[in-house]
């Protein structure tokens, strides 16, 4: 029988419809918590959040503006929604980067500045800051995800130092290639502009810097998430703890 320790939490996990998310959202659920999960997608969020007897936040995170004024009442944040667009840096849509930041590094900005307020007044809370392995190392066509990705970091390294007098911890998680529907859309744009066969993008571009030759599952991710947000884990915080296959030890 699964340990009921988030009974009475509450959390919110962005990007939950699916993938990481997802299995975040389980984790959770199973360890008796109420979910909300935070997805563009309408039909995907309701069903994931039926599934596991939480509710639906159907939301753009994009819309920063949107988010200036919120306030949530949270104790713990999963900052997991985001996007990868593979193109040299010459070729990067203005936009399109302009974009990523806005979703991955200005929202989860946003999402933790409405949420430290109650997680203050309770004295206690857990932020989880979905990075990647990209937070950590660089990969050439990944300009925008991976400085989106090290802001992130920094963010989380700032949020751990204010909350910890209050309770709060916040740390990253970097996976390497995760099988998610993020990761299975890369490998068009990867195979165009590596110049290689969709067939070959897993083993010779997803699989090259790690020593352990398989990509990461979602319950994995979830695994660690889940230690992260409990009491065990109330020393760890300001940390970046890697899933990545030891690609970070090169």
């Known amino acids: 029988m699964t340990e009921q320790d988030l009974m009475g939490k509450r959390a919110i996990v962005t990007g939950g419809a699916s993938g990481i998310g997802l299995a975040c959202a389980r984790e959770f659920a199973a360890r008796g918590a109420h979910v909300v999960v935070a997805d563009f997608n309408a039909d995907a ?14 939301v753009d995170l994009s819309d920063t503006a949107a988010q200036e004024d919120l306030q949530l009442d949270v104790d713990i944040l999963v900052n ?10 010459q070729e990067f849509d203005p936009e399109r980067w ?3 930041h806005r ?13 430290l307020p109650t997680m203050y007044e309770r004295g206690w809370g857990r932020i989880i800051n979905v990075s990647s392995v990209h937070g950590l190392r660089a990969s050439a ?21 204010e909350g910890g007098p209050h309770g709060v911890t916040s740390n990253c998680i970097n996976p390497a290639y995760v099988r998610t529907p993020l990761v299975e859309k890369q490998i068009v744009d990867q195979a165009k502009v590596h110049g290689i066969a ?7 571009i997803m699989l090259t810097e790690t020593v352990i030759k398989r990509l990461v599952e979602a319950d994995e991710v979830a695994s660690l998430v889940g230690w992260l947000v409990s009491d065990r884990a109330g020393m760890v915080t300001g940390a970046s703890y890697t899933l990545d296959g030891g690609w970070s030890a090169r």
């Open 45 to 58: 969020a309701a069903a994931a959040a039926a599934e596991i007897g939480g509710e639906s936040w159907v």
């Open 80 to 89: 997991n929604a985001g996007i990868q667009t593979v193109a040299p840096i």
């Open 98 to 100: 302009r974009f990523m």
């Open 103 to 115: 979703l991955m590094v200005e929202s989860p900005f946003l999402l933790i500045r409405a949420a």
């Open 141 to 161: 066509f990944k300009s925008a995800y991976v400085a989106a990705k090290h802001a992130l970091e920094g963010l989380s390294k700032v949020t751990a130092l």
């Open 198 to 204: 969709e067939s070959d993008v897993v083993e010779k």
